[in-house]
């Protein structure tokens, strides 16, 4: 029974911590996958704002990019109007196909180099914004927003 308890004050944290962040100045969105299979957990922000949904107008064709990862049970808890769910919610799937295929590479880069070692952070810093992806033995943490002036 404590472990419950341990388990919910933990993801209270959590969500905390994910609503802090959200505020903060220059975060345009961030997204939770889950470790295993790379599925969306939870959104926030406005994905389709940093990468509009491709699927949309091509049903039948994924453009190149990964079949569709499973999607959690549970939904996004973004503040988006109803209208823009799907749309939302194919961008973020795709931007998530995306992340998992770089990680992916970034993990086998590393492992190529020192199979003793592990990817903890990854940096991608672009002129519009930057993608900050961090793995966690249960999740992965992809937080985009602006890039700061050099």
Do not use: C
């Amino acid at each position: 029974m404590a472990e419950k308890t341990l388990s919910s004050v933990s993801i209270d944290s959590m969500e905390e911590a994910l609503h802090r962040l959200s505020k903060k100045p220059g975060v345009k969105a961030w997204l939770t996958l889950d470790r295993s299979n790379g599925a969306v957990l939870k959104t926030n922000g406005q994905i389709a704002a940093v990468r509009p949904a491709k699927a949309s107008s091509n049903a039948g064709n994924n453009n190149g990019i990964s079949p569709s990862l499973p999607t959690s049970a549970g939904g996004s808890f973004s503040a988006d109007a109803h209208t823009n769910t799907n749309n939302e919610s194919l961008a973020a799937q795709e931007l998530a196909s995306m992340v998992w295929s770089f990680l992916s590479s970034a993990g086998s880069l590393v492992d190529e180099i020192d199979s003793e070692d592990e990817l903890k952070l990854l940096r991608l810093r672009t002129k519009k914004q930057e993608f900050v992806i961090v793995p966690e033995p249960k999740y992965l943490l992809v937080v985009i927003h602006d890039t700061p002036p050099a």
